[in-house]
């Protein structure tokens, strides 16, 4: 094979893959390890967790579809990215709203998302030392609520994570971010595959499958509805723009439903695989509860690696696995506002990326304190949330302006491109019909559906 040749193939194969991955990476991370199974415990499981289902399956992978496509077809930042599909089809500059709205949510995101990987981070070296070994329950839970009430602890592991992702961004997102994630999503999936073996000896593996599985549509309410939806969109990363500025590096020939379906069903199936690894821990010890909150898992997996033969390596390598995954989400969260001030403020990579890390991480105080000086309970819909601002930025983003932007991003794609130009982005054959439909009539009803009773409007 000449070498030209060998390049070529090889750099055309690397890219669809490296769309896949970098797409992958931002979808997997906290929002299947840590938030899925918290949120699921809330809100009472299966019911929950089929409505979270049939969410990606009828909206979030028909949306995934859509950004990549309009990413893939404007190129630019999704501020710019809108604004000049919108022109092409001749409509109004307004739809470029959904990249600003997309930058908004992104920024609030990472700035508790960081607080969050903080935690894990900590973790790394708390269950490193080896102080977990030796711990039960109740000790497990006092190693995690000394370090949450605890904000200057909070504080350091907050900026050293905001420091990483600002690194990476600031020094590209495509470089370094192909390895990392190539290397070390396999190893998270065989470790959470470990955990998962570990479950199922717990004698309350039936449970969990249980718990996650049997739907007891009486606990279904408004508000459960509503976080599935939302998390559906979170968990994918899509309704900001994230999938759609990765789309933007997506060479033309790939196949856009393929790639999407990929990751939709990689991302689940990670959240599932927590889920199954946690809920059994949680049950074999009477004093944890489903609903314990953003603390489960820092209360649960330790308590599994504490009882497993070589749990200490186990349990420092998974926190580590988390933190990467954490991490190259977060990069995507930032990015769409610093490909804006790269292309409209001519500000350089590595300026934007300070001046958009340093807002996000003053931002990202007001979570650290959320966890003691500054936490509030409110009412949410029938749930008790304890932890005042953190749980309302997490509502106002994940259930609210995602599925908002998802919203507008399947009302374009459907309603405001030619369809001759999303038919020709897509290159499908018969399934181009049903993604029409589902983008057109489906996607946009369900949320409008979904928001609109939570007010309480229909
Ligand atoms: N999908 C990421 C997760 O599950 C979070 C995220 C949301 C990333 C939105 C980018 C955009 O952890």
Redesign the pocket.
């Known amino acids: 094979m000449s070498e030209e040749k060998n390049i070529s193939i090889h750099g055309q194969w690397s890219s669809r893959w490296s769309f896949i991955l970098a797409a992958t990476g931002?979808?997997?991370?906290?929002?299947?390890i840590?938030?899925?199974p918290y949120i699921t415990g809330e809100y009472g499981g299966g019911a929950f967790v089929i409505v979270y289902l049939i969410c990606v399956a009828l909206i979030g992978i028909p949306i995934m579809m859509a950004e990549v496509m309009l990413g893939r077809r404007g190129r630019q930042s999704p501020i710019n990215t809108m604004r000049a599909l919108a022109k092409e089809e001749g409509r109004h500059g307004i739809w470029s709203w959904i990249g600003w709205m997309g930058v908004l949510?992104?920024f609030l995101?990472l700035s508790y998302?960081a607080v969050i990987a903080g935690w894990a981070l900590a973790y790394v070296f708390r269950v490193g030392s080896g102080v977990i070994q030796a711990s039960d329950s109740a000790g497990v839970q006092a190693i995690f609520s000394e370090l949450v009430s605890d904000p200057e602890k909070l504080l350091a592991w907050h900026t050293l994570f905001m420091v990483l992702t600002m690194v990476v961004v600031a020094r590209g997102v495509k470089q370094g971010l192909e390895k990392a994630v190539r290397l070390l999503m396999p190893l998270l999936l065989i470790l959470l595959l470990v955990l998962v073996g570990y479950a199922m000896n717990t004698g309350h593996f039936n449970d969990a499958i249980d718990f996650l599985f049997k739907p007891d549509f009486s606990k279904l309410t408004g508000g459960a509805i509503l976080t599935a939806m939302g998390h559906a969109?979170?968990?994918?990363?899509?309704?900001?723009g994230?999938?759609m500025i990765y789309g933007s590096y997506l060479p033309a020939n790939a196949s856009i439903a393929q790639t999407s379906i990929i990751i939709s069903v990689a991302?689940t199936l990670v959240a599932l695989l927590a889920g199954l690894a946690i809920f059994p821990v949680v049950f074999s010890f009477p004093d944890l509860t489903p609903g314990a909150g953003p603390g489960l898992i820092f209360q649960t997996l330790p308590l599994a690696f504490a009882n497993m033969p070589a749990g200490t390596i186990f349990g420092t390598l998974f926190f580590i696995l988390i933190v990467v995954?954490?991490w190259t989400?977060?990069i995507?969260?930032i990015e769409p506002a610093v490909a804006w001030l790269i292309e409209n403020r001519g500000m350089t990579r590595v300026s934007a990326a300070v001046w958009a890390g340093l807002a996000t991480w003053l931002v990202g105080i007001a979570t650290v304190l959320s966890f003691s000086h500054w936490a509030f309970d409110f009412n949410f819909l029938g749930a008790v949330k304890h932890n005042g601002v953190f749980d309302i930025l997490d509502i106002l983003t994940?259930n609210i302006m995602?599925p908002l932007g998802g919203l507008f991003i399947a009302v374009f794609a459907g309603w405001m491109m030619k369809r001759k130009h999303s038919k020709e982005e897509l290159a499908l054959n018969h399934s181009y019909r049903l993604w029409w439909f589902l983008i057109r009539y489906v996607a946009p009803v369900l949320v409008l559906v979904i928001i609109l009773n939570l007010f309480g409007l229909i």
């Open positions: 931002s979808a997997v991370g906290l929002g299947n840590w938030k899925f949510a992104g995101i998302y969109f979170f968990t994918l990363s899509l309704g900001m994230a999938i991302d995954a954490a989400s977060s995507s969260l994940a995602l």
